[in-house]
C-alpha cells in the first residue's frame, strides 16, 4: 500500500509542472513637459502728421506762434521742426534686454547678451525674427521712452512649447486653457500716472502651429485701456488642438498722439508692466 500512494504522489507532481507558463516583454516610456518663457521685444514710433503748440505757462492750452508778431502769445512752444521736416525724434526712444539661448525649464543659457535697439521709424525694430525668437529666453527688458511726444508702441512675445507628446489618437480630449493678464504698478510716486498720460492701451495676439505643421491663429483681442484699473484680464480661451508651439504678443501703445496731450511730461514716469500667461489643462 505504501508503495502505490508514492506512485500516485509522483504523477500529480508531474502534472502540475506541465501546466506552467512564463512571458518576457519589454515596454517603452516617452516622457515629454512643456516650457513657457518671454522670448522676444520690439519698439517703433511713428512721426506725426503736425506740430502741437501750447502756452508755456498753461501747457493744457494750444496756442499760435503767427501771433507772436502781433504781440501776442510770445512765449508759445511748439514740438518738432521749425519747417516740418522729419526730425528723427523716434529715436529718443530705445529699449534694453538682455538674454540666453533657450534651455530647458531653468538650465542657464549659453551666449548670455545684452543688446540696445532704437525704435523703428513706423514699423517694429525687434530683437529676433520670429523664427529665432523661439531660441532664445529673455532675461530682462527695458523701455526708455524720451520722444518729445507720447506715441511709442511696444511688443512682448512670451513663447509657448507644448509637450512633444502627440495628442493625435481617436478620442483624444486635449483642450489647452489658454489665459491672459497684464497688471501695471507706477512706480515714480510723484503724482504723474504714465498710463493715464499716455493714454496707453494693451492688446493680445496669439498664433500657434499644431504638431502636423498647420497654423493657427487664435484671436486678436483688439485694444483695452487701463482706465484708472491696474488690471487687464481677457477671457480665457480654450484650444482643443495638439500644439506644438504658441506665440502671444502683448502689444503696448501710447494713444495719446494729437494736441496737448501727446506732450510727454518732463517728470520722469515710471511703471512697472507683469504679463500672466498660463496655458493650462483643466480636469474634465
Same mark, same amino acid.
Given at each position: 500500500?505504501?508503495?502505490?500512494?508514492?506512485?500516485?504522489?509522483?504523477? @500529480? %507532481?508531474?502534472?502540475?509542472?506541465?501546466?506552467?507558463?512564463?512571458?518576457?516583454?519589454? @515596454?517603452?516610456?516617452?516622457?515629454?513637459?512643456?516650457?513657457?518663457?518671454?522670448?522676444?521685444?520690439?519698439?517703433?514710433?511713428?512721426?506725426?502728421?503736425?506740430?502741437?503748440?501750447?502756452?508755456?505757462?498753461?501747457? +493744457?492750452?494750444?496756442?499760435?506762434?503767427?501771433?507772436?508778431?502781433?504781440?501776442?502769445?510770445?512765449?508759445?512752444?511748439? =514740438?518738432?521742426?521749425?519747417?516740418?521736416?522729419?526730425?528723427?525724434?523716434?529715436?529718443?526712444?530705445?529699449?534694453?534686454?538682455?538674454?540666453?539661448?533657450?534651455?530647458?525649464?531653468? =538650465?542657464?543659457?549659453?551666449?548670455?547678451?545684452?543688446?540696445?535697439?532704437?525704435?523703428?521709424?513706423?514699423?517694429?525694430?525687434? @530683437?529676433?525674427?520670429?523664427?529665432?525668437?523661439?531660441?532664445?529666453? @529673455?532675461?530682462?527688458?527695458?523701455?526708455? %521712452?524720451?520722444? +518729445?511726444?507720447?506715441?511709442?508702441?511696444?511688443? %512682448?512675445?512670451?513663447?509657448?512649447?507644448?509637450?512633444?507628446?502627440?495628442?493625435?489618437?481617436?478620442?483624444?480630449?486635449?483642450?489647452?486653457?489658454?489665459?491672459?493678464?497684464?497688471?501695471? =504698478?507706477?512706480?515714480?510716486?510723484?503724482?504723474?500716472?504714465? +498710463? +493715464? %498720460?499716455?493714454?496707453?492701451?494693451?492688446?493680445?495676439?496669439?498664433?500657434?502651429?499644431?504638431?502636423?505643421?498647420?497654423?493657427?491663429?487664435?484671436?486678436?483681442?483688439?485694444?483695452?485701456?487701463?482706465?484708472?484699473?491696474?488690471?487687464?484680464?481677457?477671457?480665457?480661451?480654450?484650444?482643443?488642438?495638439?500644439?506644438?508651439?504658441?506665440?502671444?504678443?502683448?502689444?503696448?501703445?501710447?494713444?495719446?498722439?494729437?494736441?496737448?496731450?501727446?506732450?510727454?511730461?518732463?517728470?520722469?514716469?515710471?511703471?512697472?508692466?507683469?504679463?500672466?500667461?498660463?496655458?493650462?489643462?483643466?480636469?474634465?
Amino acid at each position: 500500500m505504501k508503495n502505490i500512494f508514492g506512485l500516485i504522489v509522483g504523477l @500529480l %507532481l508531474v502534472c502540475s509542472n506541465a501546466n506552467a507558463i512564463s512571458l518576457t516583454f519589454k @515596454l517603452d516610456i516617452f516622457s515629454s513637459g512643456s516650457d513657457i518663457y518671454a522670448c522676444n521685444a520690439g519698439l517703433k514710433h511713428g512721426t506725426y502728421q503736425q506740430r502741437v503748440c501750447y502756452e508755456r505757462e498753461n501747457p +493744457e492750452q494750444s496756442c499760435n506762434p503767427a501771433l507772436c508778431e502781433e504781440g501776442q502769445a510770445c512765449n508759445c512752444v511748439c =514740438t518738432g521742426a521749425i519747417n516740418g521736416e522729419d526730425d528723427g525724434e523716434y529715436r529718443l526712444d530705445y529699449f534694453k534686454a538682455s538674454y540666453t539661448d533657450w534651455a530647458d525649464h531653468g =538650465t542657464v543659457g549659453a551666449n548670455f547678451t545684452r543688446k540696445v535697439k532704437e525704435a523703428g521709424k513706423s514699423n517694429f525694430n525687434k @530683437l529676433f525674427t520670429n523664427n529665432e525668437a523661439f531660441n532664445k529666453e @529673455l532675461q530682462s527688458l527695458t523701455f526708455n %521712452l524720451g520722444s +518729445e511726444r507720447y506715441g511709442a508702441v511696444y511688443f %512682448l512675445d512670451v513663447c509657448f512649447r507644448a509637450t512633444q507628446i502627440s495628442y493625435d489618437y481617436p478620442g483624444s480630449t486635449i483642450n489647452w486653457a489658454l489665459q491672459r493678464q497684464v497688471t501695471i =504698478t507706477d512706480l515714480a510716486n510723484n503724482g504723474f500716472n504714465y +498710463e +493715464e %498720460l499716455s493714454g496707453l492701451q494693451v492688446r493680445a495676439e496669439v498664433a500657434c502651429r499644431q504638431k502636423n505643421g498647420s497654423t493657427l491663429t487664435i484671436n486678436d483681442s483688439g485694444w483695452s485701456s487701463f482706465n484708472g484699473n491696474d488690471l487687464i484680464n481677457w477671457a480665457k480661451k480654450n484650444i482643443t488642438k495638439d500644439l506644438e508651439k504658441c506665440k502671444v504678443r502683448y502689444y503696448f501703445k501710447e494713444s495719446n498722439r494729437s494736441g496737448v496731450a501727446s506732450i510727454r511730461r518732463w517728470n520722469l514716469q515710471e511703471a512697472r508692466v507683469c504679463t500672466y500667461t498660463s496655458f493650462n489643462e483643466p480636469a474634465l
